[in-house]
C-alpha cells in the first residue's frame, strides 16, 4: 500500500503498516519462486544471439545448469540439495518484525533469522573500486568466503568443510642431484555449487602460484608469479577462457556483444579435479676441494666433485591464487599510469618436502 506514492506522509504510512502487520506483509510477498535457483537464473544463464553478435547464438556464463546437472541438486530432497540461497544467503540474527520463514524445510516462522543480502560470492574488487560504505568489511568477508572459512550452520550437514577449492601437492619423496623433477598440484571443485571459476572468465582469473626452494631458502624454480606491472607470467597454469570475434580476434576488452565462440576454455565443473604439473631439475649444488682457499681451479686440474647427500631437501609450496579483473582489462580502461590492480586472494594452499639423495 502506498509504495508508488510520494510524499513523506505516504512513506510514513506505508512503512508503519509494514511494522504493524508484518505477517500480512510477509504473506503477500514470500513466494516460493524468489527463493527457487530458477529465479536466480533470470540473471546467471546468460547468452547472446545472432541479433547482438551477427552470427549466432552463444552461451556465457551459466551458473544455473551447472548447478541444475551437479551433485549439489537431487530434486525432491531439500534434505541433501543446496540451492543458491542457501550458499550465498547464509542465515544471520534478525530483530526485523518479518523474520523467520516457515517455507524453508529446515526453518519456522519465529526462527529469529532472516537471509543475509549481502550474496558473499566472489567479487572483492567492486566495493574498494567504488569506494563503497563497508567496502572493507565486505571485502574481508568476501576472502573469507573463498577461503571457506565462513561456517553456515543451517548446511553444515550437507556442505563441505574447509576451502572451497583445495589445493593438493603430489611431490616425490626423493630425487637426485641434477635429476628431473616432476610435481602436480591437484584442485578440487569441492564445495562450489557451479563451475570454478564463474563468471565472465574472459577477465577473471584464477591461477597456481608455484615456489621451490633449497635448504638455503634460494627459489630454484618458481612458477605463476606476478610481474611488477601486476601480469601473471607467461605460461603459468590458468583457469580462465579466452573468446574470439568471427575474424578469430581475442575478445580482451569484456566486448562480448562481438563473441562467436572461445579458442580456450579451462574451468572445473562441481565435483570434479583438475591438475597442474610442473617440471624442473634439482640442481646439483657442487663442492671442489682445491686445498689453496681461493676456490679457483685451473681447468687442467682434476677435482673431485661432490653432490649434496643427505640432509638436503627442496621446500614446495603451492598457492590457488583468484583475482576478479585482469590486468590488462584494466590498464584498457583507466591507463596503465592510473595504478588500478585488482586485489589477488590466496584462496588455498599446500606445502610439501622433497629430500635430495645420491643414488
Known sequence: MFALRDGTSARFVRDFLIRAYPRHHVESLQHRLFKSPEFCAACHKQFIDEEINQVGWVQLQNQYDNWRKSRWNEPGDPTVTIECRECHMPLSDSYDPAHGDPLDYNRTADDGKHRSHRFLAANQFMPLALELEGGEEHVELTEKWLRGEIE?????????????????????????????????????????????????????????????????GSVIYESGRKDARHFIEPGSFIFKAEPVDQYGNLIDRHNLWEMVGVRYRRAMFPGFSDRAEFVFSCPATLVAATGDGGGQVPLDEEVELRAPGDGTTLHVSARLMYRKVDQFLLNFLFGEDAGLTAPVTVMSEDEAVIRVVEG
Do not use: M, Y
Open 152 to 216: 553456515i550452520p543451517e548446511i553444515a550437514d550437507k556442505w563441505r568443510e574447509g576451502p572451497a577449492v583445495p589445493i593438493e601437492l603430489v611431490v616425490p619423496e626423493r630425487v637426485e642431484p641434477g635429476g628431473q623433477v616432476r610435481i602436480q598440484a591437484v584442485l578440487t571443485n569441492n564445495k562450489v555449487g557451479h563451475d570454478f571459476p564463474t563468471g565472465p572468465l574472459d577477465i577473471i582469473q584464477a591461477w597456481v602460484e608455484i615456489v621451490v626452494t633449497d635448504s638455503d
